[in-house]
């Protein structure tokens, strides 16, 4: 596939994932954040998979486990060399590369555990629900809660003074990956591709744990010691996992307890396996829809570090040509999936042209494709389309490379 064609099929795909953000990030038990402006913690664990835990606020727990495992590899051993082995490692049933200090292959083969939980017919369900929804997924993952995350200034700043806010495209790629990882049949199953891309993930999130600190820029933007808290992790999954459901909900979409159910369950592993304690996470709708009102809507709000961002992201629309897909029309849907409050605050800019089309067409696309899904094989179609649209966005945003997640061993330059 040429550059054109490359081109063309993000043309088609409308960006739904390149606007994708970073899935949070935890870390080290070390030190204490600074106060947070939240209230204090008061979402029961009676409510999270586990039915139980010790009440500890989660703005001040961290990843005990990754956090000096990966603070000593970056302190001590060949990080480039274990980037390259770390590269050959790609699929849920390969073993852990060979090669690798034993201390940080103990760990990674630990952390490639399923929960006990895991209930391989709910993912099915999940799997089923993805078919029929995935347009409707995906758009949400990247124009509502990939822009929604420049409006949480622990996770903007985060993002912007980390390696990754030095090219947010490479960063988009990465994060794409994870997005279309998660979404795949075999997502969980030993020829997906999910187990090795999260625990990949929980480890380059304690790497910017171990590194931003050192960051003169960021220390003296944020209100915090370390990034990103537990409950930073859980903003994040409020703002993808939630938000779909709430959008879903909201537009009037298909949503049956079976797939609804099994769409949970598929976030609940994906937050267990990077790292989140089972006593914060939601056990059921209701559960993770209180969670979100805790976590995620007090600490929207705007930041130069998240405008910036926003800019970026949109303007990735730019690599596109003259194609339909264009910084205009990302703001004009960013500004109907967000509201003008959250718009606002990232610095959208308004289209006066381009909101009272998308406002008047997106209801009436979200009813054409629920009443297509009624006749016999459109949800194959309409997957089979999805699917194209995905590995066209990743194929695009990867230049055809193989896209490595890998631990940074600096943080953005200035």
Same mark, same amino acid.
């Given at each position: ?139 949400? $993952? ?91 992790? *859980? ?44 006593? $914060? ?56 999936? *967000? ?57 695009? *945003? ?17």
């Amino acid at each position: 596939m040429d550059k054109v064609s490359r081109r063309n099929v993000l043309k088609a795909a409308g960006g739904t994932m390149g606007a994708l953000t970073v899935l949070g990030v935890a870390a080290p038990s070390r030190a204490r954040a600074a106060a947070s402006q939240q209230a204090a913690w008061t979402w029961p664990s009676s409510e999270s998979v586990a039915g139980t835990g010790n009440g500890a606020d989660p703005a001040y727990v961290w990843d005990a486990e990754a956090d000096p495992v990966i603070a000593r590899v970056l302190d001590t051993e060949d990080v480039a060399g274990i980037n390259t082995l770390l590269n050959t490692w790609t699929t849920n049933g390969q073993p852990v590369p060979s090669g690798l200090p034993g201390y940080l292959r103990d760990f990674m083969e630990q952390a490639c555990q399923l929960p006990a939980w895991t209930d391989q017919a709910r993912l099915a369900a999940a799997y089923d629900f993805i078919q029929k929804q995935g347009t409707f997924v995906d758009l949400i $993952y990247g124009l509502d809660s990939g822009l929604l995350s420049c409006a949480i200034p622990h996770e903007a700043r985060a993002v912007y003074y980390s390696l990754g806010g030095a090219d947010m495209r490479d960063r988009v790629t990465k994060t794409a990956k994870l997005g279309y990882d998660i979404g795949t049949q075999d997502a969980y199953q030993p020829g997906g591709e999910m187990i090795v891309t999260a625990v990949k993930t929980r480890m380059i999130h304690a790497a910017v744990r171990h590194l931003l600190p050192k960051s003169p820029y960021w220390s003296k933007a944020t209100d915090e010691k370390i990034p990103i808290s537990q409950q930073d992790i *859980l903003v994040t999954w409020a703002s993808l996992a939630t938000t779909v459901m709430k959008k879903l909900t909201q537009w009037n979409a298909t949503v049956d307890s079976s797939g609804s159910g099994g769409f949970l369950h598929l976030w609940q592993i994906t937050a267990h396996m990077l790292g989140v304690r089972d006593e $914060y996470i939601p056990a059921s709708w209701d559960a993770a829809y209180s969670q979100y009102d805790q976590v995620l809507a007090p600490v929207l709000g705007p930041t130069p570090e998240g405008a910036s961002l926003a800019r970026i992201l949109i303007n990735l629309a730019d690599e596109v040509d003259d194609g339909i897909v264009t910084p205009d029309l990302i703001s004009a849907v960013g500004r109907y999936m *967000l509201g003008d409050q959250v718009a606002d605050w990232i610095q959208l800019p308004s289209e006066p042209v381009w909101e009272p089309l998308v406002a008047e067409f997106w209801p009436a696309f979200v009813a054409a494709k629920e009443g297509g899904l009624a006749f016999p094989g459109a949800q194959d179609v309409y997957w089979a389309f999805d699917e194209l649209l995905r590995q066209g966005t990743l194929f695009y *945003l990867s230049d055809g490379k193989q896209i490595s997640i890998e631990l940074p061993t600096v943080n953005r330059q200035f």
